[in-house]
Every structure is written in C-alpha cells, then in structure tokens.
C-alpha cells in the first residue's frame, strides 16, 4: 500500500471543519478542475454512516466512475470513506480533526493500491502519489479558505 498524509490548520471549530469535509457540493467545488461531480447515491449535501457516492471525474486523463462509502463515523473527529467501485485495487481515505482552542488540525490520510503489482506498485510510486498530494492539498486549501470566511446569518 502507497501512504500519502496532508495536514492543515483551520481557524474553525472542528464541528464545522468535520461537516465541511464530508460536504458533497463542497467537494465538487474543491475538484472543479478534474470535473468531478455525483452521479448517484448521496450526490448533494452530507454524506454521513453507510452512505455511498458515486463520481464521475476525469483523473489522470481517465474518465472514471469510483464510487465511495462511508464506513466508520465519530463525529466530529473522524470519518472514513473507502472505495467499493473503481480504477484502483483499494483506496481509503482517513479524514481526522483535532481542535485546540478553536483551531482544527484536519489531516487527511490515503492508503491506496493499483492493481497490476508490481506494475502497479511503479504507477503509484511514480505518478498516482504525486496526483493525490496535490489533490489533496488543493481540496484543503479549499476547505480552509470557505472555513474561515465569516458566518452569514
């Protein structure tokens, strides 16, 4: 398995931080530029336990459908989604929050694995690692920056 770990500082409650992650819409607008959007199962709103969504995006030059679950959940400190459908052998996605005087410590934790090992081994390694680092960090900053825009009443 490939590890690829992203941690972020929100000034925000980690409440807000957990909802803001597991947002479907935010999520589309976070990807934006790969066209990803939910084509079935929960496709707007907040996921929550045992909820799947499935996407349609193009990564790496490869339209796909991968289709997520929710498998574990302990608001607001921790969610997990987990691929059931899709381009890779297996993918999970830890999501953690830790808040600390009103600021959250997100860290977003990917195990993955291609299939085809050892080829697959050399596609993670040399490609698929850098794409969700720089996915991830995009997301986050995303996150981040609509987390600490003011509240609207």
């Known amino acids: 398995m490939t590890r690829v770990r992203h941690v972020t ?13 597991r947002d479907i819409d935010l999520h589309m607008a976070s990807v934006a530029h790969t066209g990803e959007r939910a084509v079935a199962g929960r496709t707007s709103g907040l996921i929550g336990l045992g909820e799947t969504v499935t996407w349609r995006a193009k990564h790496l030059g490869v339209v796909q459908h991968l289709t997520s679950k929710i498998t574990a959940f302990d608001p607001p400190h921790y969610f997990q989604d987990r691929m059931v459908k899709g381009g890779v052998a297996s993918f999970v996605h830890d999501h953690r929050f830790e808040e600390i005087d009103g600021r959250t410590t997100m860290t977003d934790v990917i195990e993955f694995r291609s299939p085809l090992c050892p080829l697959g081994w050399l596609v ?20 981040r920056r609509a987390l600490e825009q003011p509240l609207r009443p």
């Not at 500082?9 to 992650?21: L, V």
């Not at 993670?124 to 996150?143: K, S």
Request: aromatic share 10%.
């Open 9 to 21: 500082q929100i000034a925000a409650p980690a409440a807000r931080c957990f909802d803001a992650a």
């Open 124 to 143: 993670d390694t040399l490609f698929l690692r850098g794409y969700l680092e720089r996915l991830l960090t995009r997301r986050a900053e995303v996150l």
